[in-house]
């Protein structure tokens, strides 16, 4: 488990709210639905396994909280349904929908069948959609709300993971189509689309330190962690964030700075040669 960032914002920020987070038992949901705990919100918990939902419930009833953990799959309309009637019958309201919850393996594009395909598309872009629908359908576009998509940094594609790409860049245009059409509705929708984050989720990627620093050009040097996505992810789904809507921010350290050209060695070269004529005159 990551260990929890300090508090950063006022402790009455969500009172009053009530929050669902998809995969929140684990990795940045999980920071997530504790964060917005401590800021005064009921969380909804929801993920597949019982353990890691169950134990993040506990811990935000420790912060004197109201909290539920529902076992779900995102894939499964029928699972959300009954998400949402338990929901109803707990809270009678929902104010806020991270959908979070989401996950593919790395590959060749050449080596991926189409079933591997479809399992990616359905976890991350029809998982988000049915979830969106569900939640506007029972609660949103009657009191409005606010809904955060976690992508990932797809606008330039993503090597290895064609079918994520595919599924993340869906999702970046059906929130940017929904945060058009449910406007009038209040609800807002955005996404954070994290760079590398520490989380237990990343351990199912074989990646050493010193390989990830030379190949991932974040120029701060060092991955991200839990509590730099729950601090956007906050911001946007509270009263902080309410005249911002169809956006994507990425939380990603500079990763994609370099998408137009690096620089660095160009950089390099000029000092070089400004440096060369004195060198010369020794
Ligand atoms: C070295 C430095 C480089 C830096 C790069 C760093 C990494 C960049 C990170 C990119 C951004 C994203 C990061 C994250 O998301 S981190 C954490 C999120 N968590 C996960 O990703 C979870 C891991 N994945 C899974 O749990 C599962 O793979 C998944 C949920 C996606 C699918 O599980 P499901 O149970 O639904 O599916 P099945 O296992 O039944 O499989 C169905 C078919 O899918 C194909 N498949 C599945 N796994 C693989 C695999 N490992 N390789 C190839 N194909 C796979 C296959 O067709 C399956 O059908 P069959 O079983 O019949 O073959
Ligand atoms: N860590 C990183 O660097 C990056 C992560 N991301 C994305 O951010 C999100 C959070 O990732 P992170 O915290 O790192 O990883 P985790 O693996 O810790 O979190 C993913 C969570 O999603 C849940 N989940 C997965 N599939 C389903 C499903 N079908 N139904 C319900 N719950 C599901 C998992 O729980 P369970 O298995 O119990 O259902 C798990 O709690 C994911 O969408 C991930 O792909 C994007 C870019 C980078």
Redo the contacts with the bound molecule.
Sequence with gaps: MQPLPNMRFAPDLLTSQVALV?????????ATAIEMARCGADVVV????AE??EDCAKIIRELGRKAVAIS????LPDQIDSAMLRIKDEFGRLDILVN?????FVTPARELNNKGFETVIR??LI?SWQMTKAVADHFMLEHGGSIVF????VRSGLSGFVH?AAA?GGVLAMMKTLAFEWAEFGIRLNCV??????????D?YPIDPEQWLKLNRNVMGH??D?GD?SAAIIFLSSSLGKFVTGEEWYIDGGETLHLAHDARQMIDAVKFSRREPAVLKK
């Excluded at 689309?193 to 990343?202: D, F, L, Q, R, W």
């Design positions: 998809t995969g929140g038992g684990t990795g940045m949901g999980r929801l993920g597949r396994r890691p939902i779900t799959d995102i894939r979070n919850a989401g996950g593919q976890n991350n998982g976690v992508t990932a940094c994520t993340r689309a994290p760079g590398t984050i520490k989380t237990e989720g990343m199912h991955m991200g839990v996505i």
